[in-house]
């Protein structure tokens, strides 16, 4: 059973950094997306950025391109999303997911994480 399992989320003043990690386990990077998404009180659930796990290749939402990075250690099985230079539209519980599929921002992932709340105060 893939179990993906997020942490770092927090609370932080407009303008401040968090970083997120998901650890992925029992499951293979190989061929794979993993992807970060998050849902704001009221709002659909939206992609933020996503990473094909063997090319490396990445893909961002335009409300965050420049200020946030998806990146991956594959020996840990981990996803990261370093997030900069918040907004308190950035406010919303983040969640990790994976597929084997490339459905890159579109949250139509088979597997999904318990999810973070990140927090952005002006």
């Known amino acids: 059973q893939v179990q993906l399992v997020e942490s770092g989320g927090g609370s932080v003043q407009a303008g401040g950094s968090l970083r997120l990690s998901c650890v992925a386990s029992r499951y293979t990077f190989a061929n794979n997306y993993m992807g970060w998404f998050r849902q704001a009180p009221g709002k659909e659930r939206e992609g933020v950025a996503s990473?094909?796990?063997?090319?490396?290749?990445?893909y961002y939402a335009d409300s965050v391109k420049g200020r946030f990075t998806i990146s991956q250690d594959t020996a840990k099985m981990t996803v990261y999303l370093q997030m900069n230079s918040l907004k308190p539209e950035d406010t919303a519980v983040y969640y990790c997911?994976?597929?084997?599929?490339?459905?890159?921002?579109?949250?139509?992932?088979?597997?999904w994480g318990q999810g973070t709340q990140v927090t952005v105060s002006s």
């Open positions: 990473i094909n796990t063997r090319l490396g290749r990445t």
């Open positions: 997911a994976a597929d084997p599929m490339g459905h890159i921002l579109s949250p139509t992932y088979r597997y």
